[in-house]
């Protein structure tokens, strides 16, 4: 029997909190897990609320801040929660009023009005600038009235597919400002992808821009969109940022400039009263079908979590300056480059580039430039900058970093400790965060004052988080030690509360499938401490450098390729991006190929993924093969596919259900020929 391997745990940062009094949390795990006990308790509902239900003295401070001392009302709420998972109709801080671009933006513009809001970091590193709260309010303030003259309402969609520029904050919270849903599409999918995101939202109006510029390209986001935009018949108006000011086609009577708009519209715009529950946005995300899911969130619940979250998770103290380098278009530059900073009046980073242009040292330049405190990135990022060398890192000064945040997939330890020891010179903390789309914030991760770290693990629980171990055919809970299918038991404000129009999808993908918990679709493991590791996917989703993609997505993409009968996708591990995807294609017969061109025929299919999808879901490999294994009723064993591609095929078990055993055998051969 071999030894579980000894895990080295990391002590607390010894720059946490450093210049300021104390953590929020802390000073060690005891105090966490008093806290996070009180918030899972009977009355744990209130550790979100500032509740004056019983005497102050009666209630520990962490019971009177929260929702009253993090959010400005318009209108107190009344009920705190109500709602439950089985019903699928959980609802946060009820009769509750209040507006999210108020809360992140007027009360600091006017408390603080030339506070930087935004570290505007360009693709050219000369060419970035600071955004100033009032600044950012001004801008809000006209995008909204723009939006406005265009005809959008409350409730209406507005669809979003903005490069990383600081105006699309502005785009983020003028559709806030009016009561308007945002559906922001990451500027990285394709006019198919961004057609399809448009009709399902069925928004009016579109806010883009002309060009975009990234690592020093230019992308021709306007042509995307008026590609896309041939089959979106409910868009009538299109407001384009000028990025880059070269010469774009022009739609007359459709395509408005923004800045022209903004020039006619008056500078304030009375922000809009929504209830707790009215959406903020949709945004969508894959799923186990090829179709995508509008995951909605609301606007009271999720603007708390995402404060709370950045305040607690990351420690943060008023004058840090928060970098996150995700993209706005994701999850993560939601609620970390937007709401959660600017809703506690932090200064946050919207950073155009890529971590190696113009050189490896980019991340490491804009970090001296701007003195940051704090740096959110992913593995990938991590592992792409380990594998160029820490000589990048070395003539800058990065002492001002406390916390060090990772997101998005499992990190492996050799990227963590390069990440501690090089970025954060062994004294910051690194926080591994665990969330999800559908989450809104973050779940797990070691609160940087309380904590010791394991590289790898995201170990302990959000404030109201109660994650628990399933056995995935019993259902039955996993206590102690063990491994089992994650799911959440106990509702927490930033929850998604449905599937845009599709509420059926929302209760068979997350509530039905263990009635009475949220499952996360990932699998996990808890240790002797009660660290929770998380493994990753166990559905059809796969994770290429922390996107989130779907198998079923990539064949339906494949398969609208004029050649292709039937395609197989699954997802191989690799050390750059995490996970690669690796596609089995079925050509029909009729469709004559000679073998000699096969290296084209898989150029044009992976080329096919990128126009249907985007680039970067394109497939790191493409096999031609004549026959797929499948079970006689027809479902293709994606399962010994992974194993036989992973190098596993001593280990395929069973094969007695598959239709036709010979199959097995050609994607043997295929494989090993292409090694
Ligand atoms: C994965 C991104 C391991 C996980 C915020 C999850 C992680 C999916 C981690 C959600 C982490 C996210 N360790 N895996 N720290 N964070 N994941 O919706 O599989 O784009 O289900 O949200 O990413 O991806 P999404």
């Avoid at 969109?225 to 070269?246: F, H, I, S």
């Amino acid at each position: 029997m071999t030894d579980a391997p000894v895990v080295q745990k990391h002590p607390i940062g010894s720059r946490v909190a450093k210049g300021h009094v104390k953590p929020h949390v802390g000073p060690d795990r005891k105090a966490y897990e008093e806290e996070h006990t009180q918030s899972v308790g009977e009355r744990g509902d209130e550790w979100w609320a500032k509740r004056r239900l019983t005497p102050s003295f009666f209630l520990s401070s962490s019971l009177l801040q929260k929702a009253n001392e993090t959010l400005s009302w318009y209108r107190p709420f009344q009920t705190v929660r109500s709602g439950s998972f089985a019903q699928g109709n959980i609802a946060w801080f009820l009769e509750g009023e209040l507006n999210a671009s108020y809360n992140c933006v007027d009360r600091h513009a006017s408390a603080s009005p030339d506070k930087t809001a935004i570290v505007y970091e360009a693709d050219e590193p000369s060419q970035g600038r600071n955004i100033t709260y009032s600044e950012l309010l001004l801008e809000v303030c006209k995008v909204a009235n723009v939006l406005k003259s265009l005809g959008v309402k409350k409730g209406d969609t507005v669809s979003v597919y903005l490069p990383m520029t600081w105006h699309a904050v502005a785009a983020f919270l003028a559709c806030a400002r009016i009561g308007a849903i945002h559906s922001v599409v990451f500027a990285g999918f394709s006019a198919e992808s961004l057609r399809d995101r448009i009709n399902d939202c069925q928004s009016r109006v579109l806010i883009t821009s002309d060009e975009g510029k990234r690592g020093g390209k230019t992308i021709a986001t306007k042509a995307i969109v008026d590609q896309a935009l041939k089959e979106c018949p409910v868009v009538d108006k299109v407001l384009v940022l000028r990025r880059t000011g070269n010469e774009i086609n022009f739609v007359d009577g459709r395509d408005l400039w923004w800045h022209e708009e903004a020039e006619k519209v008056s500078s304030y715009c009375v922000p809009e009263t929504m209830n707790s529950e009215d959406p903020l946005f949709i945004l969508y995300t894959s799923g186990s079908t090829g179709k995508p899911k509008g995951v909605v969130h609301t606007t009271g619940g999720y603007l708390l979590c995402a404060a709370l979250t950045v305040k607690y998770v990351f420690d943060v103290h008023p004058g840090d300056k928060f970098a996150c380098m995700a993209d706005i278009g994701w999850i993560t530059g939601h609620t970390y480059i937007i709401y959660g900073p600017l809703t506690l009046g932090t200064t946050t980073t919207v950073f155009e580039s890529t971590p190696v242009y113009p050189s490896p040292a980019r991340y490491w330049e804009t970090v001296e430039k701007h003195g940051l405190t704090h740096f959110y990135s992913a593995p990938t990022a991590i592992r792409l900058l380990r594998q160029q060398g820490h000589h990048h890192l070395q003539s800058f000064t990065l002492s001002t970093l406390r916390v060090l945040g990772s997101v998005g997939e499992p990190i492996n330890s050799e990227a963590w400790e390069w990440y501690n020891e090089h970025v954060g010179q062994n004294e910051c903390s690194v926080v591994d965060t665990f969330w999800q789309t559908e989450t809104g914030s973050i779940v797990l991760a070691p609160l940087p004052g309380a904590i010791e770290t394991k590289p790898g693990a995201a170990q302990v629980p959000f404030f109201g988080q109660a994650p628990v171990l399933v056995e995935a055919a019993t259902g039955e809970l996993v206590e102690g030690p063990g491994e089992g299918v994650l799911c959440l038991s106990k509702p927490w404000p930033s929850i998604a509360r449905t599937i845009w129009k599709d509420h059926a999808r929302y209760l068979d993908t997350y509530m039905n499938p263990y009635p009475g918990y949220f499952y996360t679709g990932d699998s996990a493991s808890r240790d002797e401490d009660g660290d929770i590791w998380i493994k990753g996917r166990i559905d059809d989703v796969i994770n290429v450098s922390g996107h989130r993609l779907s198998t079923a997505e990539i064949e339906s993409a494949l398969i609208l390729h004029k050649g292709v009968a039937e395609a197989a996708v699954i997802g191989i591990g690799d050390d750059m991006t995490g996970q690669a995807v690796h596609a089995f294609v079925i050509m029909k017969p009729e469709f004559s190929y000679s073998s000699s061109n096969e290296t084209s025929l898989v150029k044009e299919l992976i080329i096919q993924v990128r126009k249907v999808i985007g680039p970067f879901a394109a497939p790191k490999k493409v096999y031609i093969v004549g026959n797929l294994p499948k079970t006689r009723s027809g479902k293709i064993m994606r399962h010994i596919i992974r194993k036989i591609v992973a190098g596993e095929s001593d280990q395929l078990g069973d094969l007695s259900t598959v239709a036709e055993p010979s199959a097995v055998d050609q994607i043997k051969q295929k494989v090993s020929e292409s090694q």
